[in-house]
């Protein structure tokens, strides 16, 4: 049975900075591009960032390019969302997802994507 698990979530200050975790069982993560997500309040669910199977490849939504980096360890079977100059418009719930084909490069699209996970809080204050 496959899982993601998201973790690291909370409030923070404007400014601030927060380091998203997301650990997967049941597959090898090596095989997967993994992407993140995220659910504002009213609003729909959106891309936030992809990366390939190896991790060189990765995309970005405009809204968080170069203030958020996606990283893997698939030793770990984990993906991380480092997350820096924290808005707050960036208040969500962040999701984790893993895409199992091997399309290149990594889908920003939520329909590609197999296994979600439960979603992590992320609350920034102004």
């Known amino acids: 049975q496959v899982r993601l698990v998201e973790s690291g979530g909370g409030l923070v200050q404007a400014g601030g900075s927060l380091r998203l975790s997301c650990v997967a069982s049941?597959?090898?993560?090596?095989?997967?591009?993994m992407g993140w997500f995220r659910r504002a309040p009213g609003k729909e669910r959106e891309f936030v960032a992809t990366?390939?199977?190896?991790?060189?490849?990765?995309h970005y939504a405009d809204s968080v390019q170069d203030r958020f980096t996606i990283s893997r360890d698939n030793a770990k079977n984990m993906v991380y969302l480092q997350m820096n100059t924290l808005k707050p418009e960036d208040t969500a719930v962040y999701y984790c997802?893993?895409?199992?084909?091997?399309?290149?490069?990594?889908?920003?699209?939520?329909?590609?994507?197999?296994?979600w996970g439960q979603g992590t809080q992320v609350t920034v204050s102004s």
């Open positions: 990366t390939g199977w190896s991790g060189v490849s990765t």
């Open positions: 997802a893993a895409d199992r084909s091997s399309r290149f490069p990594p889908s920003r699209l939520q329909s590609d994507y197999d296994y």
């Open positions: 049941g597959l090898t993560a090596s095989k997967y591009a």
